[in-house]
């Protein structure tokens, strides 16, 4: 694989944490049980009609040139994976609002979310094995190398996933070599519906900080899911 790894993927990688505490081949089918937070799950190996509700996901699979039926939400969907907006490829409506009815129909065997639609696990559940990628975990590099681990292992990708790995390990260090050389100091900030949110370590954009080292600008930005809510004044 390409040695030179950009922070994009960094970034999609490290936000896409599974939230999981182990896994164990199933006795006499091809599924693996994975431990959640809602309880274990038997999830297919090797399942062929997916759906993924998840941009980080989408990357990791993209990534690992994986043969596909995949059925994806298109609205707002990121501009490097605009190759998924192609007629090949089911609309499921977006990551906030997908569409139940369009899922179904696509008979998926697997069901790939985030903790954006973790309130509908049940109910999704009831159409494919769910599991949830965990966004908002706070070691996110250490949840996203489980999570890619995971992948590797459900799609016998193992050994692309390990060197995959390897060269994000060897990236996120240089990074953090740069970032302490450089002492410059960056602010994290989210703009939506007029309103302007700052986050800083421990947050779901953590890894700016905690991951790649890069000094906070205020040290005092409260954690929380939603960040500290700011204005253009204090930026």
Do not use: W
């Not at 990357?59 to 939400?73: F, G, H, K, Q, S």
Request: proline share 4%.
């Amino acid at each position: 694989m390409n040695n030179k790894i950009c922070l994009k993927k960094i970034l999609s990688m490290a936000l896409l944490p599974l939230a999981f505490c182990g896994m164990s081949l199933a006795e006499g089918n091809a599924k693996i049980s994975v431990s959640q937070p809602k309880g274990n799950v038997e999830v297919p190996l090797n399942p062929k009609r997916v759906v993924v509700m998840d941009y980080g996901s989408l990357d990791t699979i993209d990534a690992l040139n994986l043969d596909l039926e995949l059925a994806v939400p298109k609205r707002n969907m990121p501009k490097y994976l605009s190759k998924f907006r192609g007629d090949k490829y089911p609309d499921v409506g977006s990551v906030k609002e997908f569409d139940l009815e369009a899922i179904n129909v696509f008979k998926p065997d697997l069901i790939v979310i985030s903790s954006r639609q973790q309130d509908y696990y049940r109910e999704l559940s009831k159409i494919a094995p769910v599991y949830c990628v965990n966004t908002l975990a706070k070691d996110q590099l250490a949840e996203a190398r489980k999570n890619a681990e995971f992948f590797g292992k459900i799609f016998n990708k193992e050994k692309e996933v390990a060197e995959f790995l390897k060269n994000i390990d060897e990236t996120v260090a240089r990074v953090n070599r740069e970032a302490k050389q450089s002492g410059l100091k960056a602010l994290v900030l989210l703009a939506n519906d007029g309103k302007i949110s700052a986050y800083g370590s421990g947050s779901r954009f953590g890894i700016i900080h905690d991951g790649l080292g890069v000094l906070q600008a205020d040290s005092k930005v409260k954690v929380g899911v939603q960040g500290q809510l700011v204005n253009c004044e204090y930026v």
